[in-house]
């Protein structure tokens, strides 16, 4: 096991020189826009970060920010004076982050002093809770800087929800007629289309109805303020998924819509990033309004642990990807839980809100 000390830098929002300490000196140097000095950490073990890694005979703060940056990660470190770790977030499986003293973080980079920088996700608060209308639980435990809206499928707010901004959805055809002004009580901004269109156990509808549907009682929504999104189709195949959604935009030609929604299951990150991929061809903003494995009766906690991260680091990276709810905001007693019994969240709802 290999143990190592970084220091850490974070976002405040303006462009400054950053002075690091290191036994005494300072770096000077300023780094690039949006990053300033955080901590030193310690890397025990398990490496706190672990999505993306090089090793470089001039490594800097800065050359290992550029780096981490060029792959779309948040999170850049030096350690062992050539090697750069990247990231988006804490590896959970190191466990608790653990600090220590700047003198610590005093080693010398193979071409430059040594040190560990962060900053903020972008956007804060595209992060979603998809919260199924009998989850009685307090939503307020998801308050943080990551979450930023809440839907149920449904027109009506989730009684309890005191804090996150609510998007009403169509869930079929049924009850239609008073969507404006249920998601006007609400006080819903947003409106989601019908909940998976294309297969037969949801909202089970054709392109062509449902785009008569839309044309008829949510595309007029657009002038009175109301942003939209697309029906939210599967990553099934044909007929279902984009292949469906591609139907129906043709169906409902001249129609408004913000968002293009889209829902996933499937077996790993691969075919994740695939799906979002092949939905940029709209080029429309991306709601990403349900995900989880496929396999869900069988995957196990510890499966959710390492696919969350990876999931998460991918969505904070990717622009097309405007919002995004994971399908875990409840308790099921199955794996993807991100609360448990006594209310409180799981190790999964922690990941979720930092």
Known sequence: MRTGTLSLFTTIGIVTAN????????VT??????????????????????AANQVSATNTP?????????????????????????????????????????????????????ANVRRSKPDPGRRGLAWPSDNNFDPSIFKSGEVGFLYNWGHNNTPKNTIFPFYAMQ????????????????GATTILAFNEPDIASQANMTPESAAALYKQWIHPLSAKGFKLATPAVTNGGAPTGLTWLDSFLAACSGCAFDYIALHWYGGWIDDFTEFIDGAKKYNKPIYLTEFGLAWDADAQASNYL???????????????VAKYAFFGAFHSGTGKDMIAADGTLTDLGKIYVS
């Open 19 to 26: 002075v690091v300490p290191h036994l005494g000196r300072a």
């Open 29 to 50: 140097k300023t780094l690039p826009a949006g990053w300033s000095y955080l901590g030193c950490k310690v890397d025990v073990g398990n490496r706190i970060l672990v």
């Open 62 to 114: 800065q050359t290992c920010i550029a780096f981490c940056s060029s792959n779309g990660l948040t999170m850049a470190g030096v350690e062992f004076s050539q090697e750069c770790w990247c990231g988006n977030s804490f590896n959970p499986v190191a466990g608790t982050v653990q600090s220590a003293a700047d003198s610590d973080c005093s080693s010398t980079c193979t071409g430059d002093s040594r």
């Open 171 to 186: 869930w079929n055809a049924a009850g239609i007629s008073t969507l404006e002004a249920d998601a006007r009580a609400a």
């Open 306 to 320: 390492e696919f969350l991260p990876l999931a998460l680091s991918y969505l904070d990276s990717e622009p097309a």
